[in-house]
């Protein structure tokens, strides 16, 4: 973690906030609180904010503010953030089936990791993760805080499709694949929840920030009776403030 931040340009209308050199969850803290600062008091020019593991992409509108007068804001927030309230971080409870068909590798896992797949399932559903940023597809999640007890090797060889709502394991990360899509990651099992809605508003069910919660279903009739009330438009996942 840096005490003083870098400032990196990014082509002629962006600047990169960098708030530390490795993925660590009080550094990606650091990026989402200040990006809710930049938001909140309204930094002249921002167009578009975008958090990753370590750093904050500020987007600006060059006609109206200048990279110095930028960097100047962005560097009191940093220092002096001024006791602007910050939102509690949200944790979204996602409903999953592990193992069978929707999950099949979650034997394997069970067995480099030296745990029966009940072990797993419960090991993996007890931990809070940290949606350190979006990417690789839209709505896709890359959750920190994984149990290392849990860390497996993807796949040599990735799968040509991986099936919409799959959730995975890489190393020491966990995610949803949100659209069927090629992947290289250990399939544990899959929830029967759309994680990215192109006409929803907002589209992507996750935001950078926000922490997940995995709730196991115990069988194919509660997937597809929460799969029926999902396409019926009548489910609404729930959705907590961290503690």
């Keep these: 973690m840096y005490e003083t931040p870098l400032f990196l340009p990014a082509g002629d209308q962006a600047l990169v906030v960098e708030l530390g050199d490795a993925i660590d969850a009080g550094v990606n803290r650091r990026v989402h609180d200040l990006a809710q600062r930049v938001e909140a008091v309204e ?18 509108d060059a006609t109206t503010t200048s990279l110095a007068a930028l960097q100047s804001s962005l560097l009191k927030l940093c220092s002096d953030p001024g006791g602007q309230p910050l939102e509690r971080p949200r944790v979204v409870h996602i409903p999953t ?13 069970a067995e480099q990791c030296g745990m029966t797949t009940d072990e797993v399932v419960r090991v993996h559903s007890e931990t809070e993760y940290l949606v350190h940023m979006m990417g690789f597809t ?27 709502g799959s959730v995975g394991i890489a190393e020491s ?3 949803v694949y ?23 508003e907002p589209p992507s069910l996750l935001a950078a920030g926000d922490y ?10 509660d997937y597809a009776e929460v799969r029926g009330r999902v396409e019926s438009g009548e489910f609404q996942v729930t959705v907590t403030a961290k503690q």
């Design 173 to 175: 990360q966990t995610g």
């Design 43 to 60: 930094v002249a020019g921002v167009v578009d904010l975008i958090p990753a593991y370590r750093s904050l992409l500020v987007q600006y």
């Design 97 to 109: 089936l592990y193992g069978g068909e929707h999950g099949p590798d979650l034997p394997y896992v």
């Design 138 to 164: 839209p709505g896709f999640p890359y959750l920190g805080g994984l149990d290392e007890r849990l860390a497996t090797p993807r796949l040599a060889t990735p799968r040509q499709e991986i099936p919409a």
């Design 212 to 221: 997940v919660r995995f709730t196991p279903l115990q069988s194919e009739n």
């Design 178 to 200: 949100p659209f069927a899509s090629p992947g290289g990651w250990r399939l544990i099992g899959r929830t029967p929840v759309t994680m990215f809605d192109p006409v929803g």
